[in-house]
């Protein structure tokens, strides 16, 4: 019953607040990547600030964070792509350019997605 809780957790929409600037005193949305799923799913965050993803220290598979096509026009799919690996990992981009950004782990791409909203 546990493992459907954390599932139910992770496929749930939160909107995650971001800094926005300088002397803005909210935090950068903190995305775990993990066995298999990543949480949470979507994040909303303004024009120039991070995301960070950080691998679960309790994961056994590899996983990786990919932009898919489904990004703003302009973005290149190589702007947004982190290392592969289970643990001890941390990548966090920096969004210059609105618009929905959907992401995937290419080793789990049915299951691990998320979206990335970034505001004007």
Known sequence: MLGCGLTAIACGAIAVPASSGAGDTNKTPVVTVADDF?????????KGSKVKWVWDDLNTDTHNVVVTNRRPEGVKKG?????????????????????????ICTYHKSVMRMTVKVKK
């Open 79 to 103: 702007d947004f792509r982190s290392q592969s690996g289970a643990v001890g990992i941390t990548y966090a981009p920096r969004f210059k350019v609105p618009g929905t950004y959907e992401f």
């Open 38 to 46: 990543f949480a949470p799913t979507y994040v909303k965050v303004a």
